[in-house]
């Protein structure tokens, strides 16, 4: 958690500051805010203080008759400055280090990580000056957030490059951004969600599965600087930003873009609930419905898993082991039987953990006889857990 000033300028997406503000603190970060006088033309300074739960940083109560003066304050407070929405003028008055008002003052006086989330007109963001702006900051080590593409405000304008990314998407780009950078450079292969075996179009054989551990673990590597390829199985989750994302139905189709990707790999999760079997036959057409008892003749599917361990060649290893008794030396037979470094066995029958839950409870076990009992905890947690795990593998 940190220390955030937000410093909002004049644009309309302004209007959304205060659900940014507390979502921001929902999520345990302090917040402090900052409003340049065309931010308050949009949003007021009420709406804002009270989402932010103090007062508000303007170019009025800049300098005090008392000597404080807000911009060192400002910038030995923060441990993070995120300028949202960010106006082209903003962008470009930082990337030349012009500091005659509050916030380029605030910047230059040693605010030590900003991130920007730019919110202007296409053609502005897409002019060169802009773009050479948005280059130096980059170069001073700036983040930038968006611009999304998606209907933009002024009137007439229709769609484009340019608009602010939501208040959701930018604390989970803030916290991505404050994350120690430990699994850089790692290659991680990361599977996730059910499969569907049809029976006929309309018809399948799948899992409650819902994919959130598996995206848990694709996003949680992502933050922490790994390049990420997910295969998904059919999910309702959208594509995590900043990763490679493949969709596919059936194990079949699951095992061809594993393979694709395996040679890229270095570390494989797979968090994906394969199904076992498909149905031998499968009906092009839709089966009506009959009187008489049908018969499902099944096949088993192949076991992705395991042809990966056959050919492992120093990758790290991953499995999921669900289980509805014990398990604990089923799990470990199927950590050897699957050539795996890791194991993480949960159990499909208890209470607000496991298939489609936000938490999860897992004991890991690794190939070298250690075993981590983690506490009950949400599925991101046990996803960092897992990756703390992998890096040892991994840089071993
Ligand atoms: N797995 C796989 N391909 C399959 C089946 C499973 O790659 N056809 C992977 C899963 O993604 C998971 C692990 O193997 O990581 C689970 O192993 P599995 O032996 O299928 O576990 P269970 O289904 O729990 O075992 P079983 O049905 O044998 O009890």
């Known amino acids: 958690m940190a220390r955030v000033l937000v410093a909002v300028t004049g644009g309309v997406a302004a209007i959304k500051v205060p659900h940014l503000l507390r979502l921001l603190r929902a999520q345990g ?168 075996e049809y029976l006929d179009p309309v018809r399948f054989l799948s899992n409650p599965s819902s994919g959130r551990m598996g995206y848990a673990v694709a996003e949680a590597a992502r933050d922490r600087g790994a390049q990420v390829f997910l295969v998904s199985g059919p999910t309702a989750l959208p594509d995590p930003w900043g990763v490679e994302v493949v969709r596919v139905e059936s194990a079949l189709e699951m095992r061809r873009a594993i393979l694709d990707r395996y040679p890229w790999a270095e570390a494989v999760v797979m968090a994906a609930a394969v199904a076992d079997y498909r149905p031998a036959e499968v009906s092009r057409e839709k089966e009506p419905k009959g009187e008489a008892e049908k018969v499902v003749r099944l096949v088993p599917n192949p076991d992705i898993l395991q042809e990966l361990g056959e050919r492992k060649e120093g990758r790290v290893l991953v499995g999921f082991a669900m289980e509805t008794g014990e398990g604990l030396e089923r799990a470990k037979e199927k950590l050897r039987r699957k050539n795996l470094d890791l194991i993480a066995l949960n159990w499909v029958n208890r209470e607000g953990v496991g298939f489609a839950s936000l938490e999860n409870e897992v004991v890991l076990l690794a190939r070298d006889g250690r075993v981590w009992e983690l506490p009950r905890m949400r599925k991101r947690q046990v996803a960092d857990r897992i990756l703390d795990a992998v890096k040892e593998f991994w840089k071993a």
């Open 29 to 196: 970060h302090e917040v402090r805010v900052l409003a340049s006088r065309r931010a308050l033309e949009f949003v007021t300074p009420l709406s804002l203080a009270v989402a932010a739960g103090g007062e508000v940083a303007t170019e009025e109560a800049w300098f005090r008759p008392d000597g404080r003066a807000l911009h060192i304050e400002l910038a030995r407070w923060a441990e993070v400055v995120l300028v949202a929405p960010a106006t082209v003028d903003a962008l470009a008055r930082a990337a030349l280090g012009l500091a005659d008002d509050l916030l380029g003052a605030t910047l230059l006086a040693g605010a030590p990580r900003v991130a920007w989330a730019p919110a202007m007109n296409e053609a502005m963001w897409l002019a060169p000056q802009t773009q050479a702006h948005a280059e130096r900051l980059k170069a001073l080590g700036h983040a930038l957030f968006g611009p999304a593409y998606g209907p933009l405000a002024a009137l007439g304008e229709g769609e484009g490059w340019g608009r602010m990314l939501e208040p959701e998407e930018l604390v989970e780009r803030l916290n991505a951004f404050l994350t120690p950078k430990d699994l850089e450079g790692l290659r991680l292969l990361v599977s996730a969600g059910p499969t569907r």
